[in-house]
């Protein structure tokens, strides 16, 4: 699927090869989570918990992703900068970042924290906003590595138990077709029923399409929404895709977002869910879970 994205999107995937190395690193497990006991049923896993956290690799991370972003034109899916003088970003503005603040803000979907941080540090927002939330993959995926076993199998909103993010994507699973919807951020999946939307959960039929590219109507297409206009796509698969297939797959059927959008649907704009995290600095070195409340 590599081979089909469009060159143009070279520099956004090598960052996300860059954040997600820094995932497989072993090294990222050393944090300690805290659930919040008394979280609500609806809320994220993340809801509410606490990280402990070695801020110098966060530090490390942010600023690396941060200079390849700058000099490569930084943009990707979720960047609203442009592609400014592509000058790397010194040295010396990269250290006046709040690195542990920026991770929370990436996490909690603060893009109001994030401008405030890239002023501050000046610093370009919108590769900023890119950096931050590249940034907090390894911790993310730890996350959810670490507390998948914790997702209710009664769990059927159409954002991530874990971070509480939207679906980047939606799988037709295995031989029974399961659909699984797919978090882009921590890579975590779930269940939600065929006839239901995501995004306002319309679970009436008449009012769910379904929109089949010519030629690919077995292995791919659009499920959108008449009354939130919202729409997902959906891909037939044998098993679970890795977290890097995730970004290219939705690069390499940008037709997919056009058909969508010229019949008037769109990706939800607002953050699924108003997640509350506390970053702290990590003072013990073993990746625990404590408080282990369903």
């Known amino acids: ?13 090598r960052l996300v090869d860059r954040a997600l190395d820094a995932a497989a690193d072993p090294e990222w497990e050393h944090l300690a989570v805290e ?3 008394n979280r609500a049923t609806d809320a994220p896993l993340l809801h509410g918990a606490v ?9 490390r991370l942010l600023r690396d992703l941060l200079r390849e972003a700058e000099g490569s034109g930084g943009e990707g899916p979720d960047s609203q900068g442009g592609k400014g003088d592509g000058d790397p970003v010194p040295r010396a503005r990269a250290r006046r970042l709040d690195a542990m603040g920026v991770l929370g803000a990436a996490i909690a979907h603060d893009a109001e924290a994030l401008e405030r ?9 919108g590769r900023l906003a890119v950096a931050a939330q590249l940034a907090a993959t390894p911790i993310l995926h730890a996350c959810a590595a670490r507390l998948g076993h914790r997702i209710s199998g009664s769990w059927q909103k ?3 138990p874990i971070c509480g993010a939207w679906p980047a994507t939606a799988e037709l699973r ?3 077709r399961q659909r699984r919807l797919r978090c882009g951020r921590c890579a975590s999946d779930w269940m939600m029923p065929v006839l239901r939307c995501p995004f306002c959960n319309e679970g009436d039929h008449d009012r769910l399409r379904s929109l089949l590219p010519e030629g690919n109507e077995q292995t791919r297409r659009v499920d959108a929404c008449e009354t939130c206009k919202g729409y997902v796509k959906t891909f037939s698969t044998l098993q679970a895709m890795p977290p890097r297939a995730l970004a290219t797959i939705d690069l390499a059927t940008v037709e997919l977002d056009m ?22 600095r990590r003072t013990a070195a073993p990746f625990t879970i404590t408080g282990d409340h369903a």
């Not at 058909?259 to 702290?280: D, K, L, M, Q, W």
Request: charge should be negative; aromatic fraction near 8%; charged fraction near 25%.
């Open 1 to 13: 699927m590599e081979s089909e994205v469009d060159p143009a999107w070279r520099p956004w995937l």
């Open 35 to 37: 659930p919040l006991a």
């Open 51 to 59: 990280l402990h956290v070695d801020p110098r690799r966060v530090r």
């Open 117 to 125: 941080a890239a002023s501050a540090a000046g610093v370009d927002a």
């Open 158 to 160: 159409g954002y991530c």
């Open 174 to 176: 295995g031989l029974e």
């Open 259 to 280: 058909v969508a959008e010229e019949r008037g649907y769109a990706r939800p704009s607002r953050p699924a869910f108003a997640i509350e995290i506390t970053i702290r």
